[in-house]
């Protein structure tokens, strides 16, 4: 209860309260201001209004277009953006028993906050969009359309909405946390719905928007404003569980931490490098083949030597040496106009044609070409015509002779092999390789993924190896060859999230799902398509094919079955059958009431006392008599009665017959003291009729209505049922009002099924998309941290985890905003 406490404490201190009336411009909406009426709407006009302080407008007829410009509505939509705090205010005077839209901000079907009065059913009615993105409505019995002005206020305040009407508060309810999150061409209209539909008659004046908590002071300034909103109570929870997940979070990484410098408090750690099978400590230098190397916080860092021109001076010429990587200045032999290092060997032949053998030798006081003695040739296994002569040897090779293996491989030092000719062997880098020196006695590693020389293709990356590359398959995905991969075939693996009747496609990282034809979603849930949908909650099982819900018949579940006329419903003889869309109802008939145990027959109907309960109409000259299911006017005896009645305080003589004042379609007369009233008798060939009573026999086409599909015309005072609304013609206008659903009584968790209107009641609490929250029914998450039935959180470890309490059970599902 610590969240309580402290609520109330800033409540006391006065922390949230309004501080006075006037409003930031910043925080209010002009709405007629913004609209511009006069010059922009026709059938709009300015009139005398409720006061003078500002201008009032009439807004009559079907041809008007009262929606504001796109410059307007932005201005008001960025007010209006991400507000859970705001309030609606207007002043105005609805004509009797018209019906019509005050103010709609709606983006296609979606509608942000759309307010309607109807005359025709006297309540108010508010839809607007949950921030769970589901359209929500509430209705509120009230008629504005009594033809006085009145001062409407509605105030919203996170989750909870109160209605003023003429500074008095009527209605309190708590309800979804509206969502003002517009999208781009999202409309205001005022007055209507659009431009067919929803028209307003009457005047309004003082219409605005004002984005501060007790928003209805403005309008009646005397009113109490003293406590805080649920908004600044949500706002300030919120802020707390953010606390305590960065205080868990924080905690959690702390305790990891002290963990880990337990190992690390006593103990010096020091990251060798190892190279050619030798261990290096940390800075150590080192010389590989051609390259100077560091080790450097365990890895080895190499860098090519580089080699200045050698100087060299006369007699001697610059000479790579064994195990030396740059050329060093050697002394040479000079022989017949050519230059031979030590132990270079040269043949020549003399005047007989003898083959003369010289070599290279250098000493202190001596370097000359001096003659090696030749004791004898091997004999060779190859014919003459392969043997060839050299010009470092007298005795003749055969073709093919592997000079490698005579000792010329130990010159091919580092990622380098020997290679033979025909009249000798030279050093060449291995493949993957460049020379460092001309000889390529030293070769160094080609990094083929640094300098682009890879093959390495789609849903790979290049990763660089000794000699070569190397293509590895980005996550998710397997090899088809060296160079490439594919992903996973998740269709055929059964690896996919697709529906039962939906085609499976493989996709790069993944796949995709499409419904199969007749079947329409998302591919992962998929549900039959039936051509002009089911109506009245029907279900469609397969292409073309509804399941109707009770009540409902029909290739498309259009027809309403009446049960009180087709013999399903005996109702007792106290009750009358009422049919209703898709139910029934046994209501009592006139002079019973219910006695509170509500049976479905009407059994529970039981006599009034109209006597008694002074529900009578007996003049003062009769005396009421009680009977079952009325009363009656007796005269005493000896009394000459007039047998006239009283009605609303007068005095009606017998046989005189009346329009009720509040109603002009229910006649009423005075027979021998009792009061008799109906509705009017419609006869549709009396010239005469009244059209308003009897809309039925209304034959002009400005009467009918026409559906927002455009292809359905109903005609005045024709009802049908759409979209769980109960919606009649009246004049040209649609009313529409929610279906009314049987109470669901002590039911915790509640779902709408798809398909259907009214809610049921389920015991598995992760089903339900209602709830009676209950504040004393907590959970604890991972972190131990205690939520609030209600809340919402992201699970530990997850990015589309999205847990949710309630009422003490921990509901854990995808966030859909992760897909």
Known sequence: MGLFKLYFALCTLGLFCVSGLGVDPALHVDIFQEFDLVRSSAGVS??????????????EGTSRNARASLKAVERILKKLRGRTEFTLLLTLKQERFSSGVLLSIHYGEQRFLEVESSGLRNEIRLFFQSSDQRQQKEVFPYSLADGHWHKVSLAFSATQVVLHIDCNRIYERIVETPSMDFHRGTNIWLGQRNDAHGFFRGVMQDVQLVVIPHGYVVQCPDLNRTCPTCNDFHGLVQKIMELQDILAKTSSKLALAEEKMKYLDGCYCERTCTLN??????????????????CS???????????????????????????????????????RGRVYVEGDRKSVHDSEGNCLLFECRVSASDRSMRRVEITSCPELNCPESEQITLTDRCCKVCRGHDFCAEGHSRSCVENSDCINLEAGAFCSCKEGYHALRDDNAYCQDIDECAEGKHYCRENTMCMNTP???????????????????????????????????????????????????????????CRALCEGQCLNGGSCVSP??????QGFTGKRCETDIDEC?????????????????????????????????????????????????????CANDTVCFNVDGGYDCRCPHGRNCTGDCAHDGKVKHNGQIWVLDDDRCSVCSCQSGLVMCRRMVCDCENPTV???????????????????????????????????????????????WPISCAPVAACEFTVVPEGECCPRCVTDPCLADTVRNDITKTCEDEYGITRFSGSAWTKHGTECSLCQCKNGHICCSVDPLCL
């Not at 099978?277 to 560091?294: K, L, M, P």
């Not at 980005?474 to 060296?482: A, F, K, M, Q, S």
């Not at 059958?577 to 049976?599: A, I, K, Q, T």
């Open 565 to 617: 006329s087709d013999g399903f419903v005996e109702c007792d003889s106290r009750a009358t059958c009422v049919n209703l869309p898709g139910w029934y109802h046994c209501e009592c008939r006139d002079g019973y009431h219910d006695n509170g145990m509500f049976s479905a027959n009407g059994e529970s109907c039981e006599d009034i006392d109209e006597c008694e309960m002074g529900r009578h109409s």
């Open 297 to 335: 916080n365990g890895t080895v860092e190499c860098e090519n030597i580089f080699c200045p021109p050698p100087q060299c001076p006369p007699d001697t010429a610059p000479i790579y040496m064994p195990g030396a990587c740059c050329k060093e200045c050697q002394p040479v032999c000079l022989f």
């Open 467 to 525: 000699g070569s590359f190397m293509c590895v398959c980005n996550t998710g995905y397997v090899r088809i060859d060296d160079y490439s991969c594919t992903e996973h075939d998740e269709c055929v693996h059964g690896l996919n999230t697709c529906d039962e009747n939906a085609l499976c496609f493989n996709t790069v990282g993944g796949h995709s799902c499409s419904c199969k034809p007749g079947f329409i979603g998302n591919g992962t849930v």
């Open 544 to 549: 073309d094919t509804c399941v109707c819900q």
């Open 46 to 59: 300015q009139v005398q209004g409720f006061h003078n302080e500002s201008r009032a407008y009439l807004f």
């Open 690 to 736: 009244d059209v308003l009573c009897c809309p039925e026999c209304d034959p002009r086409l400005s009467s009918q209505c026409l559906h927002q599909n455009g292809l359905l015309a109903y005609s005045n005072g024709e009802t049908w049922v759409e979209n769980c609304q109960q919606c009649q013609c009246m004049r040209g206008e649609v009313d529409c």
């Open 277 to 294: 099978g030798e261990i290096y400590r940390d800075d150590d230098a080192c010389i590989d083949g051609c390259r100077n190397c560091t």
